[in-house]
């Protein structure tokens, strides 16, 4: 510890191996309750680095049996970039916590927070040639690192609000293969509950309300990536896909392949939500035909009213339709997590319970609320056991979502789920003279199942998560927990410079004509 900084005016603040230096008047933002988005990401880059290093190594064997020659720097070894790092802590747990790092760069326009990485890299005895603070727009910087030998393999982008504005430098400036860590807090925006123009305008999708919004805004904001990744042929792999609490956060990995990016089209789906029994559809844009041809899907999938309920329909998206998780992935940084000790990983028990969920889930976009399909029907709920068995015993496939608590994914078409809930229905009757004359549950009760459900409990009905009892979803940290307010204190930040040096300075950086 140098004798150059004054502890008695900061509060230290320990999380995973690196301990901070956190100014008592708040003018580096800090939030405790994000201490599960940080403990993913490093278990998230441990995951992704052992592949990709292992990948590399290997196209360096291949080049060495042909006569080139490689550094072996460049394959044993990887860099990062935080793009906002404010008081530093999660590029110095990356230094600590994740192995084989080349550097890391910890960017941010705020001075005061430059000024704080370097104290708490200090601090944390760690080089300043492993954590390099550095002050700059974080776009400015990401696009002056567009050149191949200059990318990062690791960019991670935690904003205030919207993460859109930065997306576009950060699909350029990431490695062939390399990882972006994303995240989102602007879930307002992002699940409709608020200003749906704002999410249009933002990430180019129109969001809708209904229990699946959480997962939806998973989707928007991975189409709003691939479609920014699309204009540089590179294709993006969602790894993990995480609803937590106030905010979405993703692990991707960009590819560079102009074949795989044709098929985004085919990836890219519109939604239609009924507005009385919120029966939903996908419409995906396009098809991939057996000669390699793409044509336009033909549509509407559904008609102007519901079939159900004879409703109308808002429309959604579009979204990403395609997975969200790489199964694989998952189940490599699940074992991970098992054999991590839990003084690093703080909120381990919850690292555990989401991974296992997501691992469970099935590869179908969005997911109904068994409490939502009976206040439809006025009808009391079946239990999650009893609504799964129905359909596992009719033949379909089931699992929740880690997006929402009491959620049932499922590939079973909205037909076959109405008469899974008439049936039980019939088993428990509503009484009709309570239920007005235009509700969607007389239109839905006035037509008999074509078959009648099997609530027999079957064996998989119940997911091993829930078996073992996992903490599987969020539960209330700490008293007014949420999203913290933006940092206090004066704000110090490079002045713009718009002269036109400073333009033929940015055109040469970006390989633009003068």
Not at 104 to 132: F, H, M
Not at 248 to 270: G, L, P
Not at 357 to 378: A, G, T, Y
Not at 448 to 474: C, G, N, T, W
Request: charged residues 20%; hydrophobic residues 35%.
């Amino acid at each position: 510890m140098s004798s150059n900084i004054d502890i008695e005016k900061f509060s230290i603040i320990t999380e995973g191996k690196a301990s901070i230096l956190f100014p008592k008047d708040n003018a580096v933002f800090y939030n405790k309750v994000q201490q599960f988005n940080r403990d993913m990401s490093v278990a998230a880059i441990r995951t992704w680095s052992e592949i990709f290093l292992e990948e590399r190594e290997k196209k360096a064997r291949k080049k060495q049996e042909t006569g080139t020659s490689i550094a072996q720097s460049k394959t044993s070894s990887f860099t990062i970039l935080e793009a906002l790092a404010a008081s530093g802590l999660r590029s110095i747990r990356y230094a600590k916590e994740v192995p084989n790092i080349d550097y890391i760069v910890a960017n941010d326009l705020d001075a005061d927070a430059v000024s704080s990485i370097n104290q708490n890299v200090e601090y944390n005895g760690l080089s300043k040639a492993l954590v390099r603070a550095n002050q700059d727009d974080a776009c400015s910087f990401m696009y002056r690192h567009l050149a191949y030998h200059n990318r990062f393999d690791v960019i991670d982008i935690d904003p205030y609000g919207t993460a859109a504005p930065f997306l576009d430098a950060a699909v350029q400036s990431v490695q062939n293969g390399g990882l972006l860590c994303i995240t989102c807090t602007d879930l307002a925006v992002l699940t409709g509950s608020t200003y749906p123009e704002k999410c249009y305008a933002n990430y180019g999708s129109m969001p809708i309300k209904g229990e699946f919004c959480h997962e939806m805004a998973l989707r928007i904001l991975l189409h709003t990536l691939s479609t920014c990744a699309a204009r540089y042929q590179r294709q993006i792999i969602p790894l993990v896909s995480c609803s937590i609490d106030f905010y979405i956060r993703i692990f991707v990995r960009v590819v560079i392949s102009a074949a795989e990016v044709k098929k985004n089209c085919c990836k890219t789906s519109h939604v239609y939500v009924c507005t009385g029994c919120k029966s939903f559809y996908l419409q995906p844009l396009a098809k991939l035909k057996e000669n390699n041809s793409f044509v336009p899907m033909v549509g509407p999938v559904v008609n102007s009213n519901c079939e159900h309920c004879g409703n109308k329909f808002h429309v959604g998206g579009p979204i990403w339709n395609s997975s969200i998780h790489d199964k694989e992935f998952v189940q490599k940084m699940l074992t991970h997590v098992k054999e991590s000790n839990t003084d690093v990983y703080g909120t381990h028990s919850r690292m555990l319970g989401m991974l296992t969920v997501i691992s469970e889930e099935i590869e179908v976009p969005l997911f109904h609320s068994i409490s939502v399909l009976s206040s439809k029907l006025n009808c009391t709920n079946p239990s999650l056991k009893q609504f799964c068995s129905a359909l596992l015993n009719k033949g379909y496939k089931v699992s929740a979502s880690h997006a929402m608590a009491g959620s049932v994914k499922t590939d079973a078409p909205m037909n076959v789920i109405w008469d899974v809930m008439r049936s039980w229905e019939k088993l428990h009757p509503v009484k009709m003279k309570n239920i007005t004359e235009n509700s969607p549950a007389r239109k839905l009760l006035a037509v008999e199942p074509s078959f009648i459900a099997d609530f027999k409990i079957h064996k998989d009905a119940e997911p091993p998560s829930r078996k073992i009892k996992l903490v599987r979803y969020q539960q209330n940290p700490e008293k007014n927990w949420g999203p913290k307010p933006r940092a206090s204190g004066k704000r110090k930040t490079k002045e713009v410079d718009n002269s036109e040096q400073h333009a033929k300075k940015l055109a040469t950086d970006l390989n633009l004509p003068l």
